[in-house]
């Protein structure tokens, strides 16, 4: 019937065909990741909230994101489930309502990716990573 012998065996064609497809589905906007433009107007949306997920030390160094509330990571999890007042006190800034967007950034996606699924966990469904984070940031804004 065919005139060549398949060195591929047919079930390994169908999953490269399927990954094929998700890769290309992938390339398209995702609304449930931040843009770095979106990052940018963040100082004119104060129904959004960025939350930097690095260690003060990093921020210090580096710089910041304007708008961004400095969470490290390793109090995250705390931070939410602070009341609004406690919250405020701790880092100055309103306690994000859960239907909020809320948008997270670190160093370079991994740590601003475990922080919206966290707070994703925690009931604020409209979470979401920037994945350029600072590295994307710094270098668009010239800053390094």
């Not at 065919?2 to 890769?23: K, Y």
């Not at 100082?43 to 710089?63: A, F, Q």
């Not at 939410?80 to 160093?107: Q, T, W």
Request: charged share 30%; glycine share 6%; with cysteine.
């Amino acid at each position: 019937m065919f005139p060549f012998r398949a060195s591929v065996p047919f079930w390994m064609l169908v999953v490269i065909a399927a990954n094929w497809t998700f890769a290309e589905d992938t390339l398209h906007e995702d609304k449930n990741l931040a843009t770095y433009e979106e990052v940018k107007d963040i100082p004119n949306h104060p129904e959004k909230y960025l939350i930097d997920v690095r260690s003060r030390e990093l921020v210090e160094k580096d710089g910041v994101i304007p708008g961004s509330i400095i969470i490290p990571f390793m109090e995250l999890e705390n931070a939410l489930m602070m009341n609004d007042k406690e919250f405020n006190m701790k880092y100055g800034h309103e306690k994000p309502p859960r239907d909020a967007v809320v948008i997270f950034s670190c160093l370079g996606g991994q740590y601003a990716q475990m922080g919206s699924d966290l707070a994703r966990k925690h009931g604020w469904e409209k979470a979401k990573p920037y994945l350029g984070s600072w590295l994307e940031w710094s270098k668009r804004e010239g800053l390094d």
